[in-house]
């Protein structure tokens, strides 16, 4: 079945760095785009980045461009996110979720299935 | 501030139905069938309810269906059942990047 297993969360000071990891199962990790989607405590959903199947095309929301960093090992089923100059705004459990179509060349939903998460607190 | 803005509370008795409303705040979002529908207990990821307006994925109930007139999605929930009571998220796209609604927290009194 397919499975996505987030790891890497913690604490971190402002200004840190952390990478988080995404390992992927169950389906053809490199046929599909994968989305992080973050959420902070006791807020809503927020979208974060997107990578595409082959790695080729990557978005991310404003609020974390120039700052976050997506790549993908599409030989260990793994994604990455590289988040650089942490704020305590970056407070969340991020989640990374899979695209429904294969090849799907664009950054639009929907996301079929979605890790369970890993916290992130940013904090002095 | 969201581009899809949802009512932050609704509730229902069990049996009832209930619609949850996903409201674009520009035409761009409106003019897309990219939406979609999340369901999420406390402490548990999204689960993906509805997608492109209307479809059921594999193994969701027929109880949740969606739809779409103009600038509004909605989520409509029949035959209310306690395990229902959970957060919902409609999501969009535009810009060339995914948007969420705010949220709406369904009560099942």
């Known amino acids: 079945q397919v499975q996505l297993v987030e790891s890497g969360g913690g604490v971190v000071q402002p200004g840190g760095s952390l990478r988080l990891s995404c390992a992927a199962s169950?389906?053809?990790?490199?046929?599909?785009?994968i989305h992080w989607v973050r959420q902070a405590p006791g807020k809503g959903l927020e979208w974060v980045a997107f990578i595409r199947y082959d790695g080729n095309d990557k978005n991310y929301a404003d609020s974390v461009k120039g700052r976050f960093t997506l790549s993908r090992d599409n030989s260990k089923n793994t994604l990455y996110l590289q988040m650089s100059s942490l704020r305590t705004e970056d407070t969340a459990v991020y989640y990374c979720?899979?695209?429904?179509?294969?090849?799907?060349?664009?950054?639009?939903?929907?996301?079929?299935?979605w890790g369970q998460g890993t916290l992130v607190t940013v904090s002095s | 501030q969201s581009a899809l803005t949802q009512p932050a509370s609704v509730s229902g008795s069990p049996g009832q139905s209930i619609s949850i409303s996903c409201t674009a705040t520009?035409?761009?979002?409106?003019?897309?069938?990219?939406v979609s529908w999340y369901q999420q207990h406390p402490g548990k990821a999204p689960k993906l309810m509805i997608y492109e307006v209307s479809n059921r994925p594999s193994g969701v109930s027929n109880r949740f269906s969606g739809s779409k007139s103009g600038n509004t999605a909605s989520l409509t929930i029949s035959g209310l059942q306690a395990e229902d009571e959970a957060d919902y998220y409609c999501?969009?796209?535009?810009?060339?990047?995914?948007?969420f609604g705010g949220g709406t927290k369904l009560t099942v009194l």
């Open positions: 979720a899979k695209i429904l179509y294969a090849f799907y060349p664009i950054a639009a939903p929907p996301f079929d299935y």
């Open positions: 999501s969009s796209y535009t810009s060339s990047s995914p948007v």
């Open positions: 169950g389906f053809t990790f490199s046929n599909y785009g």
């Open positions: 520009s035409s761009d979002v409106g003019g897309y069938n990219y």
